[in-house]
């Protein structure tokens, strides 16, 4: 009995200790954070090829940077600089002090927006909200305007449904979704859903399968469905700048592929990377984009949505210091136009309508 | 009239009345088997060691609670030689101590099993239990401080091998069983996400390769129990400490839990009587799971 007991022992003891799959392990100083950094972003981040950066090289250079006698601020600039170097707004380093950003896919380009002139100028600071959504009748009845702030706001169903039946009466819509950061997936599905009448392709997703940078998954497509509820077929003109990022700029791409809708402003910021999140030794946390989102047409949209042909626009300094909104009032100036024109063509899409009139005025 | 004819008429009328009352007196002797329940209600505390690279490169520890109850019973067709174990545990830990202390992983996991298995019975109070068991797992591991991935889900439903091994004697005046119980899954399925793959993805629709194959290859796991039920009359005592190491690998993301438990708890055996039969209860032959 004794010895039946030994050998299970022995046996369980012997199983415990070559059972556990391996996990890589880091030291708790600059090299081993540094060397985590490196392979979490080597093996999970998926736009290597995109931006055509060299990550071995990178790391190299920038690990014979470091030395013993850094502090950590200056440990963490440096990492933070090495991630730069992916141009990827979704990519931060989170320590307990600072949060990196990857700036310049906004700053290096045109604001294009400014709320305090709109409100004091177009909507007088009276108009409605909710969910993050501004909205008001504008120019005599025939264009509503909305502004939605950000994708992290939840929107509801009985918020839109109300909003849409307040701007019922309007030509068209302008939505506007400048400076709109981005926020929740599902908020752009439940608002894209308002404007569709049957199933849609909104476009692919894809992720990693495995550490190497070509280790990508099949495409897989996914669809929106239509809300129960009101439903906006009108014209929907909808304005965009370099601030209109991630799931705003996943917004952008799937409306600008419905027939009544037109993209004006600025190429959107990107950011259609799906961020995921690990963590160093020391404690900092890594955000960067892993899993790639395409449009409709698999294209990819990390480096922004192009507005519509001929609704590339930046306001004048001069219109924004005379507290006017050059692309606002271009867009009001659109929805005048087709309301006259939808009335003679009856069967045109606000598309088709509005690139005559861009190829006309140009 | 035929001699040979009546001998053998004769011969068979004999055989059959050696048969009947050699029948009778078994008929007399045969006794009821009771199949009393073995019930444990316990509550497990300690630490654990978690590790998921889906949500984390590093490795945690903290502290772990869970409640478990157990019910064994010999079974109907050979209570002699055969019982059945089903147990449960519902577990919460709660993980801080990565290298900097400043993140948490909680773990949260129901485990469900049902087992069968033979038993071996050996002089001098010792029993070796060996079988199968089928068990379920739920749960989840929730990293708060992580954006899109903040959650690794886990289920999986394996076939594993059982074994159990008991020691029946005496402190002093106080009987006790002491127990080791082992299990380990052989096969079965078991849920995960691909390398890196979003929950978002999931909800879209993709569910294709969700579901892996286990085996001791890739989806690792030894619970270990050793205790003791120190019995008071009625109810028992039970006092015990848990290992479980588990480890699995699909897709290159490793999950590794590793669990020290102490145990406390009551266990008994009870057995369910109707009054009309409770009359036989002297006659009857009482054959426990573990006692």
Known sequence: MNKFTAILAAGATAMTLTACHSIESYDNDYYGNFDALWDVMDTHYCFFEEKGVDWNETGQRYRARITPDMDYHEFFNLCAEMLNELHDGHTNLISWFDVSYYRNWWSDYPQNFNWRNIQQYYLDFEYSSGNSMSYKVLADGKAGYVHY??????????????????????????????????????????????????????????????????????????????????????????????????????????????????????????????????????????????????????????????????????????????????????????????????????NRSATELFLEYTVEKE | MNPFHFSMTKIFKTLAACALLAFLPARAQETEVLRPVYAAYTVEAGSAHVAETYLSPLRYSGWDIALGYERMQAMRFNPDKWIMKLAGHLDYAQTKNNPARNATIDNMELRLSWSMMHRFRFSGGWSVYAGSATSARVGMLYAPRNSNNPVAAKAAWTVDAAAMATYNGKIGRIPFCARYDVSMP??????????????????LGNRSGLVRGAWPGNYFRLDNCLSIDLCFGATALKLGYRFDIASSKASGIVTRNIRHMAIAGVSGEWISLSPNRSAQLEKARVISAIY
């Open chain 1, 149 to 346: 702030a950000s994708f992290s706001s939840p929107v509801s169903d009985s918020f839109v449904n109300e909003m849409m039946l307040a701007l019922s009466d309007c030509t068209g819509m302008i939505l506007d979704v400048r400076d709109n950061g981005g926020g929740e997936l599902t908020n752009v599905e439940r608002l894209v859903s308002h404007f569709i009448t049957e199933r849609l392709e909104a476009g692919y997703i894809q992720h990693k399968n495995g550490p190497g940078h070509k280790d990508f998954s099949e495409p897989y497509p996914f669809y929106y469905d239509p809300a129960q509820g009101v439903r906006w077929l009108k014209p929907v003109i909808i304005l965009a700048n370099r601030s209109t990022f991630s799931a705003a700029n996943t917004f952008v791409a799937v409306m600008k592929n419905l027939p009544q809708v037109v993209v004006v402003g600025d190429v959107t910021g990107g950011g259609s990377g799906m961020p995921f999140s690990q963590e160093l030794p020391i404690g900092w946390g890594v955000r960067f984009s892993a899993c790639p989102l395409y449009d409709a047409n698999m294209t990819l949209t990390e480096n922004g949505v192009e507005p519509t042909d001929g609704g590339k626009l930046d306001i004048s300094p001069e219109d924004e210091a005379a507290g006017r909104d050059t692309i606002l009032d271009f867009a009001i100036e659109v929805l005048l136009r087709l309301d006259e024109q939808m009335q003679q063509n009856k």
């Open chain 2, 186 to 203: 052989l096969t079965g399925i078991f849920f995960s996400p691909s390398y890196g793959e979003l929950y978002y993805e999931i909800y």
